[in-house]
C-alpha cells in the first residue's frame, strides 16, 4: 500500500485527525501529516516541495492551481468555518452579540490571543484588520499575544496567558478546556472555506483521489458538522 504525504491546515485538523485515522484502517494506507496555516503550507509547496495532497483554505488551492501545481480537476470544497471567540472552560462568558457590544468586551479584556498575522492564519490577518477597522488597534496591541506559528490560540487560555482567544470555531475546538463563546457578531464575522487537492506530479494519485473520497462521505460531513465545520 502507498504512503501518502498530506499537507494540511490546522483549520480543519480537529475532524481531519479521526478521518484520517479512519482512512488507513480501512485502506492500509499509511499518512504522513504536516500540519500548519494555509499560506506556510502553500508556500512550501511553492517552494518546491511535493506532498501527495494538499488541504488548504480554498484561495490557497486556487493560487497553486495558477501556478499549475495542482492536478486539474482534482480539487474540492470540504467545508467552511467562520471565525469564534473562546473563554477557558468555566470563565464567564462576555458579551459579544454585537459590534459594539465585543469592542468594549475587547477593551476590557487584560489579554487577548488571536494567530498571529505574519504566519499568514486566516483569522490572524483578519482579525487584526478588524482591530484597525474597529479604532481600537493599538488599544489591543500591549494585551496582544500570539501562539507559535501554526499553533492553536486557545492554549494560551490554559496557560492563563490570554482571557479570550480567537480563531476559526473548529481550532478552538480542538483544545481541550477552552469554551466557545459564539461567532464574530453580523457582518463582522468571515467564514474561510476548505479545499483538498492532488499535487500534478503526486505518484500516489489513486490513493489520494481515494482520500479526498472518503472526506466528502456523509460520515466526514457530519464529521466536519461536529468539529464546528460546515460541510460545503
Known amino acids: 500500500m502507498?504512503?501518502?504525504?498530506?499537507?494540511?491546515?490546522?483549520?480543519?485538523r480537529s475532524a481531519a485527525e479521526e478521518l484520517f485515522r479512519r482512512f488507513e484502517g480501512q485502506s492500509g494506507h499509511r499518512l504522513a501529516v504536516t500540519w500548519g496555516t494555509a499560506p506556510?503550507?502553500?508556500?512550501?509547496?511553492?517552494?518546491?516541495?511535493?506532498?501527495d495532497v494538499?488541504?488548504?483554505?480554498?484561495?490557497?488551492?486556487?493560487?497553486?492551481?495558477?501556478?499549475g501545481r495542482i492536478a486539474p480537476g482534482s480539487d474540492v470544497t470540504l467545508a467552511g468555518s467562520g471565525v469564534a471567540i473562546a473563554v477557558k472552560a468555566g470563565a464567564a462568558k462576555?458579551?459579544?452579540?454585537t459590534p459594539e457590544a465585543l469592542k468594549q468586551t475587547l477593551l476590557a479584556c487584560k489579554a487577548i490571543a488571536y494567530s498571529e498575522p505574519a504566519a499568514g492564519?486566516?483569522?490572524?490577518?483578519?482579525?487584526?484588520?478588524?482591530l484597525h477597522r474597529m479604532g481600537i488597534a493599538d488599544a489591543?496591541?500591549?494585551?496582544?499575544?500570539?501562539?507559535?506559528?501554526?499553533?492553536?490560540?486557545?492554549?494560551?487560555l490554559l496557560s492563563g496567558e490570554a482571557e479570550l482567544?480567537?480563531?476559526?470555531?473548529?481550532?478552538l475546538m480542538h483544545v481541550a478546556g477552552a469554551e466557545i463563546v459564539g461567532f464574530l457578531p453580523g457582518d463582522l464575522n468571515m467564514v474561510t472555506y476548505f479545499a483538498a487537492g492532488i499535487l500534478a506530479d503526486s505518484k500516489n494519485a489513486e490513493a489520494a483521489q481515494a482520500l479526498i473520497a472518503s472526506l466528502r462521505t456523509p460520515e466526514a460531513q457530519a464529521a466536519f458538522k461536529a468539529k464546528g465545520l460546515e460541510p460545503a
Open 2 to 12: 502507498a504512503d501518502l504525504t498530506i499537507y494540511s491546515s490546522i483549520g480543519v
Open 40 to 51: 506556510m503550507l502553500g508556500k512550501r509547496i511553492e517552494s518546491g516541495e511535493r506532498p
Open 54 to 67: 494538499a488541504i488548504l483554505s480554498r484561495a490557497g488551492i486556487d493560487a497553486l492551481k495558477n501556478l
Open 94 to 97: 462576555p458579551d459579544i452579540s
Open 121 to 130: 492564519g486566516a483569522s490572524g490577518v483578519y482579525f487584526a484588520k478588524l
Open 140 to 156: 489591543m496591541k500591549p494585551k496582544t499575544k500570539f501562539p507559535p506559528a501554526g499553533g492553536f490560540s486557545g492554549e494560551l
Open 165 to 171: 482567544a480567537v480563531q476559526q470555531k473548529p481550532e
